[in-house]
């Protein structure tokens, strides 16, 4: 629609209006695309509490709220990540983070932030640690279901082969304390289970970081890790060393396939 004046006689077309509203329209259509809200406070992906917003400003209610001590992130800290949808397109930026909470991927930009909301594959972000080195995470869904997860759940790769991958899922939840005479007091805590995904027989099973629970849980094995076992101090809290354990273990199944 043009919107027109008469002065004088004369038509004045006010173009100006109609360009910014296109202009607002078309930025409020790839906000809605990729996005459902934005931070609330101005120390942008720094603050430690998430806060959602509808389109009407209503809040959201969310695990962000000011009076649950930790965050819902898999780190406080911010890293760089590179997004693979579903629909095989990429997508990176320099400030992401996944909630373990709410098993969402979210990334910042102008101090609001965004849930990425088209189908995700797999995603990885590098985060700068304590020593000033550089660590990356990769995490991926598509899994078969097991226990109350389900394909959309996402798992932290620690180990991608051929035939097995080491996987651990990590969630947060709220829990409540309360001490005689003072105030309820909530905060997250993180739980953790590992799990065998193999690959040819699309088949998950949850583990423990035991020696002999791995071999309990997964008998085919069982000759395969005693041969490692036998030859490697292998300390089975360390993830590392589980990590070169089942980097042996798919070398032995892929060569016996």
Same mark, same amino acid.
């Given at each position: 629609?043009?919107?027109?004046?008469?002065?004088?006689?004369? %038509?004045?077309?006010?173009?100006?209006?109609?360009?910014?509203?296109?202009?607002?329209?078309? @930025?409020?259509?790839?906000?809605?695309?990729? @996005?459902? $809200?934005?931070?609330?406070?101005?120390?942008?992906?720094?603050?430690?509490?998430?806060?959602?917003?509808?389109?009407?400003?209503?809040?959201? %209610?969310? @695990? $962000?709220?000011?009076?649950?001590?930790? *965050?819902?992130?898999?780190?406080?800290?911010?890293?760089? $990540?590179?997004?693979?949808?579903?629909?095989?397109?990429?997508? %990176?930026?320099?400030?992401?983070?996944?909630?373990?909470?709410?098993?969402?991927?979210?990334?910042?930009?102008?101090?609001?932030?965004?849930?990425?909301?088209?189908?995700?594959?797999?995603?990885?972000? *590098?985060?700068?640690?304590?020593?000033?080195?550089?660590?990356?995470? =990769?995490? %991926?869904?598509?899994?078969?279901?097991?226990?109350?997860?389900?394909?959309?759940?996402?798992?932290?790769?620690?180990?991608? #082969?051929? #035939?097995?991958?080491?996987?651990?899922?990590?969630?947060?939840?709220?829990?409540?304390?309360?001490?005689? #005479? #003072?105030?309820?007091?909530?905060?997250?805590?993180?739980?953790?289970?590992?799990?065998?995904?193999?690959?040819?027989?699309?088949?998950?099973?949850?583990?423990?970081?035991?020696?002999?629970?791995?071999?309990?849980?997964?008998?085919?094995?069982?000759?395969?890790?005693?041969?490692? *076992?036998?030859? =490697?101090?292998?300390?089975?809290?360390?993830?590392?060393?589980?990590?070169?354990?089942?980097?042996?273990?798919?070398?032995?199944?892929?060569?016996?396939?």
């Amino acid at each position: 629609m043009v919107l027109c004046f008469n002065f004088r006689g004369t %038509k004045f077309h006010v173009m100006k209006t109609l360009l910014m509203a296109l202009f607002c329209f078309a @930025a409020a259509k790839i906000d809605a695309q990729i @996005a459902s $809200g934005k931070l609330a406070g101005n120390d942008g992906a720094a603050n430690k509490y998430y806060e959602f917003y509808d389109n009407s400003g209503n809040k959201i %209610k969310n @695990a $962000g709220e000011e009076d649950v001590k930790g *965050t819902p992130m898999f780190k406080e800290d911010w890293g760089s $990540g590179v997004v693979k949808f579903k629909n095989g397109k990429e997508f %990176k930026d320099s400030l992401m983070n996944f909630s373990l909470f709410e098993n969402k991927l979210f990334f910042s930009k102008y101090n609001q932030i965004f849930i990425v909301s088209e189908p995700v594959e797999e995603f990885m972000i *590098t985060y700068k640690n304590e020593k000033g080195n550089f660590d990356k995470v =990769h995490f %991926k869904c598509g899994y078969p279901i097991v226990e109350k997860k389900d394909a959309n759940t996402f798992y932290e790769v620690l180990y991608e #082969g051929q #035939g097995l991958q080491l996987l651990r899922w990590e969630q947060k939840k709220i829990n409540e304390s309360y001490s005689y #005479g #003072g105030a309820r007091e909530r905060e997250f805590s993180l739980m953790q289970q590992l799990y065998v995904y193999e690959v040819k027989e699309n088949k998950i099973t949850d583990i423990s970081s035991t020696v002999s629970s791995i071999k309990k849980s997964l008998p085919q094995y069982a000759n395969y890790i005693d041969d490692y *076992t036998s030859k =490697h101090k292998l300390n089975s809290k360390d993830p590392q060393q589980l990590i070169s354990l089942f980097a042996f273990l798919d070398e032995k199944t892929v060569a016996t396939k």
